[in-house]
């Protein structure tokens, strides 16, 4: 049998995910599988609810992404019920998607990904001085002097001598894979604490709009805050401000820290630019639509689908094509009606829990049987990556004109071809080029707003459609979120006033599919062939490409019955076996 690496649970906060791989003689991943370890059930939940409600539940569905299910769930009753909100409303969705997007990318790169590329524990041996000069020479960021980042190392210094490692353990530190010098690793470890500071000024948009977060409050057909510049309890000057300043803060921190932190980091990975991708197919639904939200040529980032690494040729799918759109459960723990090798549009989708599989704990997967919770979304039976690289590349072959500059920039400073963003690599500088254009579209957006107030366009609510009396007695919708993590797709159906079926297809189900009924691999799957493994029992280079795409397992997968009881516990951590 060829040695088989298992990584269970792989994510740092998620924890439902197992990576098996098998390597060749020269440790060389030469196939993968992922399986998600928990059962789905937000769709069960959901069945007979009134669809005004719909986001509350549907938000639950993660601790973290509570936004994206909300805006996808309002969406997808809205456009069932052929409901169109005010061009306000449609302002103050797209500031706070924006900032979702700066909040999720800032926090992942720094608490998710980059300790997959930063050796906190050898920050220890670094001079501070000489990452002062460095932290002066790429970005005017004001926490630069020698003694800030000796205080920094002092802090790293005390936890790694307690021998509790604390919010740094469970990384494979010392690794030979790790290559920054500690300089770099000082830096990047004070951003990386800087950033969980930075987290409260971040919020401070959903906080207002949404009255709290996490888990903000949303409302179908438009939004539940009015405008009122002489209201104690609405939208005034004073709360403007706030948001103003936020904006200016988020903008700063992608500017001077995130952006100039990936660029000094990436040099040092470059082999990586040529590890990674897998599929070289792409899909979005697109986001920050115009106040017509039917016209999907107006949206920010283009509904798009590109295959075979084909900048030159978009499609754009239609989310209502039963033909194309689909999910199989030929190698997932569900039943389908008419069997295992039919695919299912999600408005037919059926979700019938069927394990079959080992009892945990197992020491490996059947995969030539169902070996996952996970369903496997195909566009056009062609399994597809979703993501921030799909709405760069999305954007990029559009003409998208900032994204375009950004990405020629990165690619020159790198010394890096084109065909480089196809990669682990180019996923994570993806993501930090995305965020830097919504960062600047939150200013833009904001400034819109404050013409649409001057202007007297202040309505933030369309009740015509509000009432289950003016509905028809079936509908049926479709709700779009690009995700943070990409594609989030809810589809509604609704008779006589009650939901008959809910299904939602997230970013992760995409990317960490199992195998479909053609056999054909997931984005995970294939992402990890052909990596080597410089020490198969700390397999960091797997984790590298996984964190790349940022899985969120909550959202692809769930454990909770009908009562809202958890059946199961999320284990934290990682454990490696290898046989």
């Known amino acids: 049998m060829a040695q088989r690496i298992v990584v269970d649970p792989i994510t740092r906060i998620e924890g439902h995910l197992r990576i098996e791989a098998e390597l060749d003689e020269a440790n060389k991943i030469k196939t993968a599988y992922s399986s998600g370890t928990m059962v789905r059930g937000i769709e069960i939940i959901l069945q007979g609810?009134?669809?005004?409600?719909?986001?509350?539940?549907?938000?639950?569905?993660?601790?973290?992404?509570?936004?994206?299910?909300?805006?996808?769930?309002?969406?997808?009753?809205?456009?069932?019920?052929?409901?169109?909100?005010?061009?306000?409303?449609?302002?103050?969705?797209?500031?706070?998607?924006?900032?979702?997007?700066?909040?999720?990318?800032v926090m992942h790169f720094y608490h998710l990904h980059a300790l997959d590329w930063v050796d906190v524990v050898n920050a220890i041996q670094a001079d501070p001085a000489e990452t002062s000069r460095i932290q002066q020479s790429i970005s005017p960021w004001a926490n630069s002097s020698p003694g800030y980042f000796s205080d920094v190392q002092k802090k790293v210094k005390a936890i790694a001598e307690s021998g509790q490692l604390s919010i740094f353990a469970n990384a494979y530190w010392g690794h030979p894979a790790y290559k920054l010098p500690p300089e770099i690793n000082l830096l990047a470890t004070a951003h990386y604490l800087e950033a969980?500071?930075?987290?409260?000024?971040?919020?401070?948009?959903?906080?207002?709009?949404?009255?709290?977060n996490p888990h903000p409050n949303f409302l179908v057909g438009g939004v539940p805050f009015p405008i009122d510049l002489n209201s104690d309890t609405a939208l005034n000057a004073e709360r403007l401000s706030i948001i103003k300043d936020s904006i200016d803060h988020m903008i700063q921190f992608v500017d001077q820290v995130y952006i100039p932190d990936v660029l000094a980091i990436a040099p040092y990975y470059l082999e990586y630019a040529g590890l990674g991708e897998g599929l070289g197919n792409f899909l979005t639904w697109g986001e920050f639509p115009d106040t017509d939200n039917s016209d999907i040529s107006k949206y920010l980032v283009p509904r798009a689908v590109i295959t075979g690494?084909?900048?030159?040729?978009?499609?754009?799918?239609?989310?209502?094509?039963?033909?194309?759109?689909?999910?199989?459960?030929?190698?997932?723990?569900?039943?389908?009606?008419?069997?295992?090798?039919?695919?299912?549009?999600?408005?037919?989708?059926?979700?019938?829990?069927?394990?079959?599989?080992?009892?945990?704990?197992?020491?490996?997967l059947e995969v030539e049987q169902k070996y996952s919770w996970l369903k496997s979304p195909r566009w056009a039976d062609t399994p597809m990556e979703v993501g921030?690289?799909?709405?760069?590349?999305?954007?990029?072959?559009?003409?998208?004109?900032?994204?375009?500059?950004?990405?020629?920039?990165?690619?020159?400073?790198?010394?890096?071809?084109?065909?480089?963003?196809?990669?682990?690599?180019?996923?994570?500088?993806?993501?930090?080029?995305?965020?830097?254009?919504?960062?600047?579209?939150?200013?833009?957006?904001?400034?819109?707003?404050?013409?649409?107030?001057?202007?007297?366009?202040?309505?933030?609510?369309?009740?015509?459609?509000?009432?289950?009396?003016?509905?028809?007695?079936?509908?049926?919708?479709?709700?779009?979120?690009?995700?943070?993590?990409?594609?989030?797709?809810?589809?509604?159906?609704?008779?006589?006033?009650?939901?008959?079926?809910?299904?939602?297809?997230?970013p992760t189900t995409w990317n960490a599919s199992p195998r479909d009924h053609k056999e054909q691999a997931g984005a995970y799957e294939m992402s990890l062939v052909g990596t080597p493994l410089a020490k198969p029992n700390e397999p960091l280079e797997i984790l590298r490409t996984i964190h790349s795409f940022d899985p969120c397992m909550a959202c692809a997968i769930h454990m909770v019955d009908a009562d809202g009881q958890d059946l199961g516990e999320t284990v934290t951590g990682m454990s490696v076996c290898v046989s």
């Open 49 to 105: 609810r009134d669809p005004r409600d719909a986001w509350a539940f549907a938000q639950r569905t993660c601790g973290v992404c509570t936004t994206v299910h909300s805006f996808a769930s309002i969406r997808s009753v809205e456009d069932a019920l052929g409901i169109q909100i005010p061009k306000a409303a449609n302002l103050i969705r797209n500031l706070m998607i924006a900032q979702q997007y700066v909040h999720d990318h």
């Open 309 to 364: 690494r084909d900048l030159s040729h978009i499609e754009v799918p239609d989310p209502r094509d039963f033909e194309r759109m689909k999910e199989f459960a030929t190698h997932s723990w569900y039943d389908y009606s008419g069997g295992d090798q039919q695919g299912l549009h999600p408005w037919q989708g059926e979700t019938k829990l069927n394990y079959t599989g080992p009892k945990p704990p197992y020491e490996h």
């Open 388 to 506: 921030p690289l799909a709405r760069v590349l999305a954007m990029y072959a559009s003409g998208h004109q900032q994204t375009k500059e950004l990405t020629d920039y990165v690619l020159k400073t790198l010394g890096a071809p084109i065909e480089a963003v196809f990669s682990t690599l180019g996923r994570t500088a993806a993501r930090a080029i995305e965020t830097k254009v919504f960062a600047d579209l939150m200013l833009t957006t904001f400034n819109d707003l404050l013409g649409a107030i001057k202007a007297g366009d202040t309505k933030t609510f369309n009740n015509e459609k509000w009432e289950p009396t003016t509905w028809p007695s079936h509908a049926e919708g479709f709700g779009y979120m690009e995700a943070p993590r990409g594609a989030l797709g809810h589809w509604c159906v609704i008779d006589n006033g009650k939901l008959s079926n809910y299904q939602m297809v997230v």
């Open 196 to 212: 969980l500071d930075a987290q409260r000024t971040f919020t401070k948009i959903h906080t207002i709009f949404g009255g709290k």
